[in-house]
């Protein structure tokens, strides 16, 4: 007679596999998800040559030292393009509370819900694909970004990319398991869709992604200073194109870590309570 694993995470990679076999065995999908941010970093960034707009004829005004003073870097493609790896991780997080719905209508929550498995496992599962997802999204974001002439920091070195990374795990398990929990016990596919609707462009312009936070009205500033985004943005900033503030980044690393941590949380507690058939 077998035994059952009495592992805790049992079930935790067949579940996650199967969520990143309908992304990576869906190639228009596939390929569009990754087109998508290039597209907007290429066009957007190159197009937006703000270097161009102040003027190079005055004495003593130098383009690129304005912008550095304004950005923290000379090149707005530079800036912009790392709110890319944030855009991607929004989106690409939004679709984990989508992917709840969808199996509770297609009957496969009823079978997962009644095998050893348990529901927190479910839910991580869900969470972990779309971190991967994401994870690998920035990847391709950062070599696209190099090849278009990325302005790196002084004091960057390979390594920070593992920092990115690891930036990119947390705000997306925070994220994901946000989604989640606000479509868990949806059964209509428009409650997710709504939802994505009402927040993404909202959480996008209500951060650093595209504008520096500094120049923003006092009351978007006062959002943009709590959105997870803006933290995670700046601490890929700090990681790749700043000079690097090691006090700044260690903040921006709690900040998006106690994040996760609460709404992973959360994610897994409502698992326990309203995750049934």
Avoid at 30 to 51: D, E
Avoid at 251 to 257: E, I, L, P, Q, S
């Amino acid at each position: 007679m077998n035994n059952v694993s009495k592992s805790k995470l049992h079930g935790l990679w067949a579940l996650t596999n199967r969520e990143l076999k309908k992304w990576y065995k869906a190639p228009v999908v596939f390929l569009l998800t990754i087109i998508q941010p290039i597209i907007w970093m290429s066009l957007l960034g190159k197009a937006m040559n703000l270097s161009a707009l102040i003027p190079s004829n005055i004495p003593g005004v130098d383009p690129q030292t304005v912008l550095e003073s304004i950005l923290g870097t000379g090149d707005y493609f530079s800036f912009m393009a790392i709110g890319m790896i944030t855009f991607t991780t929004l989106f690409t997080t939004m679709f984990s509370g989508m992917s709840v719905v969808w199996d509770r209508r297609l009957g496969f929550l009823d079978k997962a819900l009644s095998t050893p498995v348990s529901r927190s496992v479910i839910i991580l599962s869900k969470v972990l694909s779309a971190t991967l997802r994401s994870m690998f999204q920035a990847a391709i974001i950062i070599i696209v970004a190099v090849l278009l002439r990325l302005q790196t920091g002084s004091n960057f070195t390979p390594l920070n990319i593992l920092g990115v990374f690891a930036v990119i795990f947390l705000i997306c398990m925070g994220l994901s398991s946000l989604f989640i929990a606000i479509n868990i016990r949806s059964t209509r596919i428009e409650t997710p869709m709504a939802v994505m609707n009402l927040v993404n462009l909202p959480l996008m312009f209500a951060s650093n992604a595209l504008f520096p936070i500094n120049f923003m009205p006092d009351w978007l500033q006062a959002i943009a200073n709590i959105n997870p985004l803006s933290y995670t943005t700046d601490a890929v900033r700090q990681l790749l194109i700043f000079n690097t503030d090691y006090a700044k980044l260690a903040f921006d690393f709690a900040y998006v870590g106690i994040f996760a941590l609460i709404l992973t949380t959360i994610g897994i507690v409502l698992s326990w309570r309203f995750l049934n058939k």
